[in-house]
């Protein structure tokens, strides 16, 4: 378990604990993907970049008279199919990363709100619910995550 969940002491019960345990493994899960998804969108876009200006050089430029003699010489060069697979598969990639990274932020956000709606089940007795504002300023504080408000 995190360091901060662990000293809460009394202030929440252990299967609490195990909740924002949970809450903060499913942030950190998010937060990796939304990296991992905006990596491979900045590699996909210079992938993207690089054969447009390799097909405006190689291809357009040269036989810009001709459509068919642009067609020709596009199928000519083996590196199109390269630049082409590359791109196109990073592309796949990205939005492999994009569809993992929404889930993961619906199973996030899905937990928070189910933190919030039960906070008075969870810190039921009256000493534990005065001292729960303490638990959520820690848990904005430490991991980024808002247990005050449902809205993001």
């Known amino acids: 378990m995190g360091e901060s969940v662990l000293n809460l002491d009394e202030r929440t019960d252990p299967a609490t604990r195990q909740i924002l345990q949970n809450v903060i493994k499913r942030k950190q899960k998010y937060d990796q993907l939304k990296q991992k998804h905006l990596f491979v969108m900045s590699i996909t876009l210079f992938l993207l970049f690089c054969y447009m200006v390799y097909l405006y050089y190689v291809v357009v430029g040269p036989y810009s008279y001709s459509f068919a003699r642009m067609f020709s010489a596009f199928v000519d060069h083996k590196l199109n199919l390269l630049f082409l697979i590359l791109t196109v598969g990073s592309y796949g990639l990205m939005n492999l990363f994009r569809n993992k990274r929404d ?50």
Do not use: G, P, Q, T
């Not at 005065?130 to 904005?140: C, D, Q, T, Y």
């Open 103 to 152: 889930k993961a932020e619906k199973e996030f956000h899905a937990l928070r709100c189910e933190i919030i709606d039960k906070s008075k089940d969870l810190w039921r007795k009256e000493e534990a619910w005065s001292n729960r504002h303490l638990v959520f300023e820690m848990m904005k504080k430490n991991y980024d995550i808002n247990l005050f408000h449902e809205k993001k």
